[in-house]
DNA sequence: AATAAAAATTGATGTAGATCAATAAAAACG
DNA sequence: CGTTTTTATTGATCTACATCAATTTTTATT
């Protein structure tokens, strides 16, 4: 609770009240390693808020599985096509490890948003975050697969000590074999400097 | 006006006079043929409208331009991660033709927010739009040339009209060279059957 | 209409990264 | 532990697309 209230006061100074009256709309659920959050298909019917554990946010393609994003403590994930549309959902979430997560629900949101500005103006930030944040990446897309990797292992180090390299190598949308050779161009010369 | 109001109805049940209050903060201005609506690095200050023409959203790499986007008649257009965060725009804004446009400063907006829930409302459903549109548009960037290609074609028509193919070629992140040689794989075959 | 400028096409060649196949190394597990 | 399974590495080959250079076509300008 502690967490999710400083994590949500980053955004908007809520009151005690109004932090606890958020708080008091969450769920708190737990998944095993290897559940699904979300299949793909099925209507994105929640947006979670991870507490503990680490989820791949994925899509299926013929028999394989394009990762587009991993996400873990103090971090939101949802399908927000999904969510916001009762579409079917083209991307499904699941459990890498034990997972716990404080679910909010689409008719607990809405509730949210009519009762106070506070809530909207949460909403607000969160999607201009999230926008502002996938354009930036969207920039790194364009690169080649060596700058995209180098890009990607400056600016989220933490990443690439938390899942297996053909995981990363799926989000930078490469192979694992080219992702195995740009680490070695990359990394062995500064280790033979030493 | 009428447009405007129309278009912003689309998002929000606005009442007459939160719509006129919301119109009466914009700033209708005319750009020339190639003036710049945002420079790269310099602040973005405004969120834009556009009433009539077509602007670029590119980036300079180097010495050519990476074209990110193109908006016309209806669309907004800003730099959101500079207008937000009041950091040095990575892109720049440009009017291809003669361009109106109404303008709101960030100011102005802030003061919108602070008013009334209607308009908070409007700027959240405006950021979710931005973020959900986008996240669909990065699923087509893995795929190969020729599919971006077709799915832009397929989905976005219009623009195959009204700007240059070369424009097209660096929206996808391919050259010139490479879309005449897709567009002839692609268009060529079909005329042959007739 | 004639000329200039911009955009598109075509060909030749090069290369980043994919694919396929075979180990090797690391992690998980009884 | 040793054994199985998963993940990473390496090599050989292939291909989509880039790059460079030369026309051709289209559009704008006088």
């Known amino acids: 609770m502690k967490?999710?209230?400083?994590?949500?006061?980053?955004?908007?100074?809520?009151t005690d009240d109004e932090a606890a009256a958020f708080y008091n709309v969450m769920t708190e659920v737990h998944f095993k390693k290897g559940a699904h959050l979300l299949e793909q298909g099925s209507i994105c019917g929640q947006v979670y808020f991870i507490t503990k554990g680490t989820v791949i946010y994925f899509m299926k393609q013929?028999?394989?599985e394009i990762i587009n994003e991993v996400f873990f403590e103090n971090c939101?994930?949802?399908?927000?096509?999904?969510?916001?549309?009762?579409?079917p959902a083209t991307k499904s979430i699941r459990?890498?490890?034990?997972?716990?997560?404080?679910a909010l629900s689409y008719n607990n949101m809405q509730q949210l948003y009519?009762?106070?500005?506070?809530?909207?103006?949460?909403?607000?930030?969160?999607?201009?975050n999230l926008f502002v944040t996938h354009e930036r990446a969207m920039i790194h897309m364009r690169k080649s697969a060596e700058e995209r990797y180098l890009m990607f292992a400056k600016e989220?180090?933490?990443?690439?000590?938390?899942?297996?390299?053909?995981?990363?190598?799926s989000m930078l949308n490469i192979t694992p074999e080219a992702l195995s050779r740009i680490r070695r161009r990359a990394?062995?010369?500064?280790?033979?400097?030493?």
């Open 62 to 64: 013929d028999d394989s």
């Open 76 to 87: 939101w994930v949802t399908e927000y096509g999904s969510f916001l549309a009762k579409s």
């Open 3 to 14: 967490n999710f209230i400083n994590h949500i006061r980053q955004f908007v100074n809520f």
């Open 156 to 169: 989220r180090p933490e990443l690439l000590q938390r899942i297996p390299q053909y995981m990363i190598a």
């Open 114 to 128: 009519s009762k106070a500005q506070c809530y909207e103006r949460f909403g607000r930030l969160m999607a201009e």
């Open 95 to 102: 459990a890498m490890d034990e997972v716990t997560v404080l």
């Open 187 to 194: 990394i062995k010369p500064v280790r033979q400097a030493q």
